[in-house]
Nanobody, 124 residues
């Protein structure tokens, strides 16, 4: 099982940028399709982006397309989420997740490894 630790969250003004990091240990990120989800109080955990383990192909939620970019650094064993043009609606706890499959998934229940989350707050 891979262990995941997120960092990089914080408070930013609307229109600003943040880069989240997800440091993996115990296994290589190459063995996992990696994803980012986000959650606000009282709501379900929502898909943000994934990067497939074999092809490196990516997909994004419509709400973040063109603004967010997921990437991975195999040497650093880390996955990133670059977030630009942030909006107040992006405010949430962001979670990194992994699944041992070549295929990405939009559903949090299909991921078996999770980090503890990092808070992102976007002020208007």
């Amino acid at each position: 099982q891979v262990q995941l630790v997120e960092s990089g969250g914080g408070l930013v003004q609307a229109g600003g940028s943040l880069r989240l990091s997800c440091a993996a240990s115990g296994r290589s990120v190459r063995e996992y399709t990696m994803a980012w989800f986000r959650q606000t109080p009282g709501k379900e955990r929502d898909f943000v982006a994934f990067i497939a383990r074999s092809t490196g192909s990516t997909d994004y939620a419509n709400s973040v397309k063109g603004r967010f970019t997921i990437s991975r650094d195999v040497a650093e064993n880390t996955v990133f989420l670059q977030m630009n043009s942030l909006k107040p609606d992006d405010t949430a706890v962001y979670y990194c997740a992994g699944r041992r499959s070549d295929i990405g998934s939009y559903y949090p229940g299909t991921y078996d490894s999770w980090g503890q989350g990092t808070q992102v707050t976007v002020s208007s």
